[in-house]
């Protein structure tokens, strides 16, 4: 028999983002620019280091991305809780970093 939907279930899932204050930034900026090359450097640079350590591509790629995203989410959370300002821009432009990363190293491999 089907489970029916509890709402509460998913408020669960947004609890975590209610516990800092959010940034009233904007869109665009320097600090976002910040945001945006140093996830693509980071996927980058994680990418070529896994790479020569003897990995395959989906290992270096999928190590690479998750070291990207491990350094925006904390960076962010490390925004909330020292800065009072946990800003979601950020993390669109720490994705869109993440991307333009992907592309490079993707046009790039051997």
């Keep these: 028999m089907p489970r029916s939907w ?23 900026g ?10 693509a ?9 896994v ?7 989906d290992g270096a790629y999928l190590s690479a991305t998750a070291a990207t995203v491990g350094f925006g989410v904390g960076r962010e959370i490390y925004d909330g809780r020292v800065k009072r300002a946990f800003s979601y821009k950020d993390l669109v432009w720490d994705g ?14 051997r």
Excluded: C, E
């Design 6 to 28: 509890n709402p509460t279930q998913h408020v669960r899932l947004l609890v975590p983002a209610l516990l800092f204050p959010l940034a009233l930034d904007g869109w665009f």
């Design 51 to 57: 790479r020569a350590a003897g990995a395959s591509h």
């Design 41 to 49: 450097f980071i996927q980058s640079l994680t990418y070529s280091s």
């Design 96 to 109: 869109a970093g993440l991307a333009a990363g992907m592309v490079l190293v993707n046009n790039a491999r």
């Design 30 to 39: 320097a600090d976002k620019m910040k945001h945006f090359f140093m996830s």
